[in-house]
Antibody
Framework: QVQLVQSGAEVKKPGASVKLSCEAS????????IHWVRQAPGQRLEWMGWINAGSGHTKYSQNFQGRVTITSDTSANTAYMELSSLISEDTAVYYC?????????????WGQGTLVTVSS | DIQMTQSPSSLSASVGDRVTITCRASQSITSSLNWYQQNPGKAPKLLIY???SLQSGVPSRFSGSGSGTDFTLTISSLQPEDFATYYC?????????FGQGTKLEIK
């Protein structure tokens, strides 16, 4: 079955960077876009950006002011999301999600989520 | 950015009730509206896409309607497993944005 498995929880200090991974299985990795969405405690879901896993084309939310970089490794069927210059407000659960059907922008399935805690 | 506003933010209901949740966009998003269900500590799950299409495997008691700026999610007869938080998401234009969520609680 289609599955996205994310890397484990991270604790980082303010100003540091974090790089999360998302390993896909059960489908042809290069045929579907991967998006990243985060959820801070008690907050709504927030879209961060996406990558065309085949071409490597990316698009990011400007709300992150250039701090987000999404990459993919097709040999490992894995997508990555790096967030730099971390602040306490970046404490959140980060999800990788696949588009449900190639060319669409609704999300299914979701990874299990990775908790990132930013604290001095 | 397109702002998404859900109402109500919380709702108490009983098993067997019919429930409707509303989502309003700050500008027209045609039918580019999706609904997700999230249980505590879990990832969201896609229920409805393109405003009214039921995702495979989702019970038929869930339905969606609307276009333009106003959308609804209806659960025709609440089941115990439906008590969760529901989010709408616009996929019309990036940045894709979500509503603040509607928490459905047992009365």
């Amino acid at each position: 079955q289609v599955q996205l498995v994310q890397s484990g929880a991270e604790v980082k200090k303010p100003g540091a960077s974090v790089k999360l991974s998302c390993e896909a299985s059960g489908y042809t990795f290069t045929n579907y876009a991967i998006h990243w969405v985060r959820q801070a405690p008690g907050q709504r879901l927030e879209w961060m950006g996406w990558i065309n896993a085949g071409s490597g084309h990316t698009k990011y939310s400007q709300n992150f002011q250039g701090r987000v970089t999404i990459t993919s490794d097709t040999s490992a069927n894995t997508a990555y999301m790096e967030l730099s210059s971390l602040i306490s407000e970046d404490t959140a659960v980060y999800y990788c999600v696949r588009v449900a059907t190639s060319g669409t922008t609704w999300f299914d399935p979701w990874g299990q989520g990775t908790l990132v805690t930013v604290s001095s | 950015d397109i702002q998404m506003t859900q109402s109500p933010s919380s709702l108490s209901a009983s098993v067997g009730d019919r429930v409707t949740i509303t989502c309003r966009a700050s500008q027209s998003i045609t039918s580019s509206l999706n609904w997700y269900q999230q249980n505590p500590g879990k990832a969201p799950k896609l229920l409805i896409y393109a405003a009214s299409s039921l995702q495979s495997g989702v019970p038929s008691r869930f339905s969606g309607s609307g276009s333009g700026t106003d959308f609804t999610l209806t659960i025709s007869s609440l089941q115990p497993e439906d008590f969760a938080t529901y989010y709408c998401q616009q996929s019309y234009r990036t940045p894709y944005t979500f509503g603040q969520g509607t928490k459905l609680e047992i009365k």
